[in-house]
């Protein structure tokens, strides 16, 4: 029995009065905030140097419904050339560590409680730190990006960078050899990299060839193997918000500090 590919205004009428509007606060918010949803979240590491934290309670239950981390950002951030060109495309390192810190922070966590994911909560969120953002300039760097459209929803805008040079080389050696990157999540990794020690030799350049993973090269090949195969699966997707020179990223109502 073929299944209707749409639901039926009417349907999807009586769904949306099915399910109370939420009233939902956004106000200023603690680290304990983050940890009381971070067990939800793919990324288990606390977020290092906090400029700020907001989060989003349900007025109707008194419950936590979602936060959002401001971070400063890394020095190191390729894709900000691509981005801010007119900022960052210089190749003076000094200088543009100065203006990474004065003008850029980055949203580095976004979680939504379960209960109210698919709500536009994480997208709230989002959109009422862009409206008082700390710096001129945001960035938000996100491992699921592609898969989680909150971001863009808010009207941030994603860059698209080239393929890090790493990731390139490692495909190449994988496709080479007829393997899939799926095959280094696997339990087998292991006899797998034992049968072809090149494979790990590989993997070790992976790693050492960025100073995020750099610590990993202490390790055997088969620990590095899950890391870089989620890297070439789930690049991450790169999203910025704001401009010095006019354009779509303005904002109405930013405060500038």
Known sequence: ??????????????????????????????????????????????????????????????????????????????WRKHAWPELFAATDRKLAARRVNTLVRRISRVI??????????????????????????TEAVASMGALCPVFERAHMRRVHTPTPARDAQLRRALDERAITPERLLRASAPRLLGRDPSLGEHLLRWANASRATRKLTAGSPAEIAPIAAAALLAPKAIFVYGTTRGGPDDRKHARHS
């Open 1 to 78: 029995m073929n299944q209707p590919k749409t639901i039926p205004p009417e349907l999807r009428n009586a769904m949306t009065r099915a399910r109370p509007p939420l009233s939902l606060a956004i106000e200023p918010g603690a680290i304990d905030d983050y940890r009381s949803l971070a067990h939800t979240h793919y990324a288990k590491a606390e977020p290092a140097l906090r400029a700020l934290v907001l989060r989003t309670v349900d007025a109707r239950r008194g419950s936590l419904a979602g936060v959002l981390v401001v971070s400063f950002p890394t020095l190191n951030g390729a």
């Open 112 to 137: 939504v409680d379960p209960r109210y994911r698919g709500c536009g909560v994480g997208r709230r969120l989002v959109r009422a730190y862009l409206d008082n953002p700390l710096t001129d300039l």
